[in-house]
């Protein structure tokens, strides 16, 4: 499981000018824009969750068959000291695994495997809309639609390539380069030369 957010306003795609161009125009929503939160979870076999959007002001809580269940999350500080989380998570059978934080390069999949091209696809749909409908803003209230098209990036292929990519199912040892578990330096002010 991981999270991403995406912006209401979508992101311009480069435009093209004639070298020496004053006036260059793109396409793009008129009121700033809200971030949603996307909650995407996939396992190894490539079978998602519906990803869920959160929207300012809202909650969620997620569906998982009974049983335990091991629940891979990076490790932002948030989601791995809460104690409610850690409580919820406790009630619901929820084994929870936290990555190390600001290791997306090395070890989260869904970074690199899910939220990557929801990204793109989001901000391809989003621009065809706001082209389709000139005279309107995006708002969160088109948002539901827009992404249901942008979540057919969430393929099988995507996720177990990012499970076997960062060698955690099938396991490989030798997925993550040693210098990512290399000691950082430490310095502290005024060690410096």
């Known amino acids: 499981m991981d999270e991403a957010g995406i912006q209401i306003i979508n992101k311009p795609a480069k435009v093209l000018a004639p070298k020496g161009a004053k006036d260059v125009h793109v396409l793009t ?4 824009g809200e971030n949603v939160t996307v909650i995407g979870c996939c396992n190894a076999e490539g079978m998602f969750l519906p990803p869920a959007l959160n929207f300012k002001s809202e ?10 269940t091991l629940l891979i999350m990076d490790g932002h500080s948030s989601h791995c000291s809460d104690v409610e989380m850690l409580e919820l998570a406790d009630r619901n059978d929820l084994i929870l695994l936290c990555l190390p934080s ?24 989003a621009k065809t809309w706001m082209l389709n409908h000139p005279s309107r803003n995006l708002s969160r209230y ?20 990012g499970f076997r990519g960062i060698g955690i199912y099938p396991l490989g040892q030798n997925a ?3 210098h990512f578990y290399a000691i950082s330096n430490i310095e502290t002010a005024g060690s410096r030369p």
């Not at 929503?29 to 700033?32: A, E, I, M, Q, Y």
């Not at 909650?59 to 335990?68: E, S, V, Y």
């Not at 088109?142 to 390539?161: E, M, P, R």
Request: glycine fraction near 8%; proline fraction near 8%.
């Open 29 to 32: 929503s008129r009121v700033p």
């Open 59 to 68: 909650h969620f809580i997620p569906r998982k068959p009974a049983g335990k």
């Open 102 to 125: 600001h290791c997306t390069q090395a070890m989260q999949q869904l970074d690199k495997s899910f939220f990557g091209p929801l990204k793109t696809y989001w901000n391809q749909e």
């Open 142 to 161: 088109q948002v539901g639609g827009i992404f249901g098209k942008s979540v057919d990036s969430a393929t099988a292929a995507n996720a177990t390539s």
């Open 176 to 178: 993550i380069p040693d």
